[in-house]
């Protein structure tokens, strides 16, 4: 059972470029989590889906940010027009229907506006 | 919102001794408590977890407890080895699905 994919796993963008990160959960995982890590920091919620629906994005930028998770195809954080701000390591992590409580985390795309 | 507090934000220990990790939290309908291990680079993995309905729970050199009268839980790790060095993230999370993580705590355990 392949763990969570996250591809790119590193992504250089000037500033004013648009950012598209993907993400694909665990096999047989409906729920996704977004967090963004900056350097030497903790991790810091950004969004919670579900297939087609978002739950909570009380942690997403009201601006630039955008997720989804289709029926189809991995799940999306989009940033538009980055900025040197949004350099940070960004990981997801999915859970599985039933048993939201473990979630077993990506390897991360680490994020670079230049 | 949840607010989760951890402390010491760094710990060095000798190699052998033991070393605890506290956290402290502020909404009493969490009811899920884990902890990640993040080597440089590397993502967070789960190494313990504790639900509220327990007190304590181990597993080999690394323990978990939670007291929620007071709403903190701590991780202990005895028999500390080098490889234990890393960066140790406390988490609370409810029903609502989202999880808060304190801001870590970078373990040097010296050979």
């Known amino acids: 059972n392949a763990g969570v994919m996250q591809n790119p796993r590193h992504l250089v963008r000037r500033r004013g470029q648009e950012a598209r990160l993907r993400c694909s959960p665990m096999?047989?995982?409906?729920?996704v989590y977004w967090y963004r890590q900056l350097p030497e920091e903790g991790l810091k919620f950004m969004v919670y889906?579900?297939?087609?629906?978002?739950?909570?994005e009380s942690g997403m930028p009201k601006e630039r940010f955008s997720a989804e998770f289709p029926k189809e195809g991995p799940s999306i954080l989009r940033i538009q027009q980055v900025v040197r701000g949004d350099s940070a390591a960004y990981f997801c992590?999915?859970?599985?229907?039933?048993?939201?409580?473990?979630?077993?985390f990506g390897p991360g795309t680490r994020l670079t506006v230049t | 919102g949840e607010n989760v507090e951890q402390h010491p934000s760094t710990l060095s220990v000798q190699e052998g001794d033991s070393a605890v990790i506290k956290c402290t939290y502020s909404?009493?309908?969490?009811?899920?408590f884990p902890w990640y291990k993040q080597e440089l680079g590397k993502r967070p993995q789960l190494i313990i977890d504790?639900?509220?309905?327990?007190g304590e729970k181990k597993d080999q050199r690394i323990a978990v407890t939670l007291n929620k009268t007071a709403k903190h839980f701590s991780l202990h790790i005895t028999e500390t080895q080098p490889e234990d060095s890393a960066v140790y993230f406390c988490?609370?999370?409810?029903?609502?699905?989202?999880?808060?993580f304190g801001d870590g705590t970078t373990l040097t355990v010296k050979p």
């Open positions: 889906l579900q297939k087609e629906n978002i739950i909570d």
């Open positions: 992590a999915s859970s599985p229907v039933g048993l939201a409580y473990e979630q077993y």
């Open positions: 988490a609370a999370k409810g029903d609502a699905g989202k999880s808060t």
């Open positions: 096999k047989g995982h409906s729920h």
């Open positions: 504790i639900r509220s309905n327990v």
């Open positions: 909404d009493s309908a969490s009811n899920y």
